[in-house]
């Protein structure tokens, strides 16, 4: 289970999620709705320089222009693309024949006019899709969940990573866990913060709680492989 901590704003953020033991740090950077913790090209930059290997950055954006994309994330050099925002098939394989190196995760807002077959578009052009809430004024970062039975279904339909975002917290990500199989990852970032700031008990609790629940499943599925091979 992949765990990314969004949100970040200083090194000091940075270096308390990883030390937490976060896989990916996400970056609010070209956003055009409210974020209180976007932060601009320069300052992505200056911290993501800093960040030691083996732990992925992600830039998450709401820019639409499928070069403006390309221009800043090769100006702060991360090595995965959040799409969060609306963007076609074909502007994302723009941004991948650009990049070839850049992994590409593609944003759905699960409500009442997501559909199945808008999905199924970015199938084999995005890397990872991410489920996640919005409201009138919020992209993201809403601290809102959405409704997890919709989430479930894509994840058992879709064959690509699906990672789960959207009000998570450590008190319900065992219960969002239990009720959306199949996930690739989690993602956060109200969720683990107090007044504003990434808050590290919040951040180690969120990612004990995600990285037990993967241990758990592989040892489980591991044990029903060695049935099936023992009835054989």
């Not at 913060?193 to 808050?199: I, N």
């Amino acid at each position: 289970m992949r765990v990314k901590i969004c949100g970040i704003t200083s090194l000091d953020e940075a270096k308390l999620c990883i030390d937490a033991g976060a896989d990916a740090l996400g970056f609010l950077v070209g956003i055009t709705h409210l974020a209180e913790d976007k932060i601009d090209k320069k300052k992505a930059r200056e911290i993501i320089e800093k960040i030691p290997p083996y732990v992925s950055t992600v830039a998450v954006t709401h820019l639409t222009d499928a070069e403006e994309v390309i221009d800043l994330c090769r100006f702060i050099n991360v090595s995965t693309v959040q799409i969060h925002n609306t963007m076609s098939p074909e502007d994302v394989v723009r941004i991948k024949r650009a990049a070839p190196a850049m992994k590409i995760v593609k944003t759905f807002h699960v409500n009442d006019q997501l559909s199945m077959e808008d999905i199924r578009r970015f199938i084999g052009i995005a890397d990872a899709i991410l489920l996640d809430t919005k409201t009138e004024t919020r992209l993201g970062g809403t601290g809102l969940t959405h409704d997890w039975t919709v989430s479930s279904r894509i994840a058992k339909e879709i064959n690509v990573p699906i990672i789960l975002a959207g009000g998570l917290k450590p008190d319900n990500l065992k219960n969002a866990l239990d009720r959306v199989s199949l996930l690739f990852g989690v993602d956060v970032n109200s969720g683990v913060e107090t007044d504003g700031r990434k808050d590290r008990c919040k951040v180690k609790k969120f990612i004990e709680v995600a990285k037990e629940y993967g241990t758990l499943k592989i040892n489980y599925d591991r044990s029903k492989t060695y049935r099936s091979n023992d009835k054989i």
